[in-house]
C-alpha cells in the first residue's frame, strides 16, 4: 500500500471504525473484545484488496458477518455463545419496554453466531432478504427458515417474551432447512 | 409490540452504548497486514495464499510492529500443552510460538570407520494436529514461521537443493538449487528469506583418522565455505558469501565442531555464527552482515551467548541458559542479571515475558538431574511452570529424547 492510499484507509478507519465496531460488538452478543478482534481481522483484510474496492465499508462489513459466521462454523459446531448469566426473568411488570430489551439483548447473546448475524442483518441493518442472502452467501429460503427458527429460539431462551405478538417471519415459516452455506 | 420490533430495538439500544475503539486500530492493522504479507511470501513459496489468523507472530519488522498483537488479550488457545505426554503426539503451543515437529538424533557407525549422525523428523499434521514421523529422506527440515512450509534438504548433507515442502500435503513444490551443497537451511523470523550454509563434507559425518599406531577414531572437521540467502517467495538466490571455519592446527586437530551453521539475529538485520565456550571464555557469536562482510554485535544483542531464545521480542530481556537451579534473565546492554526464571535451557519466546523451555522434573529436581528434563512454559518475574510436556523420553526404536522444533505460529 502506497502512502496515499495509507492516507485514504486511514481516514477510513478513523471515520467509519465506531460505526463498524458497533455492528461487530452486536454481531458477538455484546462481547466487545471478540467485536474488536473480529473488526480488526476484517480491516487487515480490507487493507490487503484496498486498491481494488470499490465500497470498502460494504466489503468490511460483509467480511464481518462471514467471518463472524464462517469462525463460528470451523472452529465452534453446534456450540452456543456461552454467557455468564442466563436471561433474566422481568417479573410482573415485563410491558415495561426497558426490561425487555434487556431479556431481550441477553436472550441475543445464546443466540448462534449465524442466527444472531441473520438477525442483525434483518433487523438492524434493515436489509430485506435477498441482500442478506447475498452477504451471507446462501440461499433466500435459507435466510427466512434462519430467521424463524432464530426468533423462536429466542421465545424459548426468555419466556417473558411470550406477552409479544408474532413477527411476520414467524407468521410463514420456510419449508427450507437447508444448512446454510457460507462461501469464504 | 411484536418479538421482531423488540429485536430492532435492543439491537439499536446496545449499540448506542459502543464507543470507538481502542488506540490505534490503524496503526495494529497495517501492522497486522505487514506481518501477513510476510506469512503469505513464505506460503507462496508453496504457490499457496493461505488466510493467516493476526497477531499470532511477534517478529519486529518496523515502526508500528511493536503494536501488532491481538485487539484484546491472549488468544484463546494461549497455552495448548499435554503435561502427560513424554513424547508428543498432540500439537503443543504457547503464547506466540508452536512445535512445529521434533527431531530425534543418533549415531551410525558406519563400515569406514566414520559416524553417521542421522535426524528423524516428526511434523506437524496441520489437519489432525498430531505429530505424525517424516519421510525419512530428509535429512534437515527447517519449518518456516506459520508452520506451513518446510525448507528440506535430502539424502547424505551436504544436499545440492533445496526443497520448499507444503507441510498440509506433504509435497515439494519447488526445489531450489543454490549452486553450492549446503547442509543447513533457516528462515529468517518473517519468513521471507532462508539463510543457507554450504558445507563442502558433511557436517553430521565424524571422519575416522588414523591415530597412534592402527587405531582410527572419527573427529570433527571443519569443512564450512560460507552462506548463501535465497529469496523464499520468488526462490532467487544471493551471491555467495565466504566464510569459512578455521584450518585445523599444526597437530591436525580441529578446533570445535563440524557443524557451526550461520544464523539470522533477533530481527533479522545480520548474521552469527555460534562458537562454544572454550579456553576459559563463554560462548559468543561471530557476526556478519547480510552481504558477508564481519560486524559487530548489535547493541542489544552484544550479550547474546549460546540460548536460541536470545532476545525477547520487545529487546528488554536477554534470556541466558543456567542450569537445575534456574537460569539468569538479563538487561540486554548491560549483561546484569534483572531476574531469573525456574528453567535451565531457554528455547524461544512465547511473548515479551514468557519463554518456552527446558525445565528438569521438579520431583527429581535435586541440582544433578539436569537431563530429566520437559517442555514448560516460566515467565520472567515468576517462579511458577507450566508444563507443556511430561518429562522427555525417547520415542519408541529411539534411544535418545526428541528435541522441539519450535517456530512462530
Sequence with gaps: MDAESQDRFREFVESRSAALLRTAVLLTGGDRHAAEDLLQNALVKAAGRWNRIDDPEAYVRRILYRQQVNRWRLKWPRREVAVAEPPERAGADTAAGAELRVVMRAALARLTPRQRSVLVLRYFEDLPEADVARILGCSVGTVRSTTHRSLARLRSLAPELAVLGPAVAEAAPSSDISPVEVRP | ?409
Excluded at chain 2, 26 to 44: D, Y
Excluded at chain 2, 120 to 148: C, H, Q
Design chain 2, 1 to 409: 409490540m411484536n418479538v421482531d420490533q423488540l429485536v430492532r430495538e435492543a439491537l439499536q439500544e446496545q449499540a448506542a452504548e459502543q464507543g470507538g475503539p481502542r488506540g490505534d486500530l490503524v496503526g495494529r492493522v497495517l501492522a497486522g497486514r505487514r506481518r501477513r504479507r510476510a506469512r503469505t511470501l513464505a506460503g507462496a513459496a508453496l504457490g499457496t495464499v493461505a488466510a493467516v489468523a493476526v497477531g499470532v507472530t511477534a517478529l519486529d519488522i518496523g515502526d508500528g510492529d511493536k503494536d501488532a498483537h491481538p485487539a484484546s488479550g491472549p488468544r484463546a488457545d494461549d497455552v495448548i500443552a499435554h503435561p502427560d505426554q513424554s513424547v508428543p503426539r498432540d500439537f503443543v503451543a504457547a503464547g506466540n510460538v508452536g512445535m512445529a515437529g521434533y527431531s530425534v538424533s543418533r549415531d551410525v557407525p558406519q563400515g569406514n570407520g566414520d559416524e553417521l549422525l542421522v535426524r528423524s523428523y516428526f511434523l506437524l499434521n496441520p489437519e489432525t494436529r498430531k505429530y505424525e514421523k517424516a519421510d525419512a529422506k530428509w535429512a534437515w527440515i527447517a519449518v518456516a514461521p506459520g508452520m506451513r512450509t518446510a525448507a528440506v534438504l535430502e539424502g547424505e548433507l551436504p544436499a545440492r537443493r533445496i526443497g520448499m515442502l507444503d507441510l498440509r500435503t506433504g509435497k515439494v513444490t519447488r526445489w531450489i538449487t543454490p549452486g553450492h551443497r549446503v547442509a543447513a537451511v533457516e528462515w529468517s523470523p518473517d519468513g521471507r528469506r532462508l539463510v543457507a550454509t554450504a558445507y563442502r563434507k558433511n557436517p553430521d559425518r565424524k571422519v575416522a583418522v588414523p591415530g597412534n599406531g592402527s587405531v582410527s577414531w572419527p573427529k570433527h572437521h571443519g569443512s564450512r565455505t560460507g552462506y548463501l540467502l535465497i529469496e523464499a517467495g520468488s526462490g532467487h538466490v544471493g551471491p555467495f558469501r565466504d566464510v569459512p571455519q578455521p584450518t585445523p592446527d599444526k597437530h591436525g586437530m580441529f578446533p570445535g565442531v563440524s557443524r557451526q551453521d550461520v544464523h539470522f539475529n533477533h530481527d533479522g538485520t545480520r548474521l552469527y555464527v555460534q562458537q562454544y565456550a572454550r579456553q576459559g571464555r563463554k560462548s559468543y557469536r561471530d557476526w556478519y552482515t547480510l552481504n558477508g562482510g564481519p560486524t559487530s554485535a548489535p547493541a542489544a544483542e552484544k550479550h547474546a551467548g549460546w540460548p536460541k531464545a536470545g532476545l525477547s521480542p520487545d529487546g528488554t530481556y536477554l534470556a541466558d541458559d543456567g542450569g537445575p537451579n534456574g537460569s539468569a534473565i538479563r538487561d540486554p546492554r548491560t549483561g546484569e542479571q534483572v531476574a531469573r526464571v525456574p528453567s535451565g535451557e531457554q528455547l524461544a519466546w512465547a511473548d515479551n515475558k514468557r519463554l518456552v523451555a527446558l525445565a528438569c522434573d521438579p520431583a527429581r529436581c535435586t541440582g544433578k538431574d539436569e537431563h530429566r528434563n520437559r517442555l514448560v512454559l516460566v515467565t520472567v518475574g515468576s517462579k511458577k511452570t507450566v508444563p507443556l510436556t511430561a518429562v522427555r523420553t525417547a520415542p519408541k526404536g529411539y534411544e535418545r529424547v526428541w528435541t522441539p522444533m519450535l517456530t512462530a505460529r
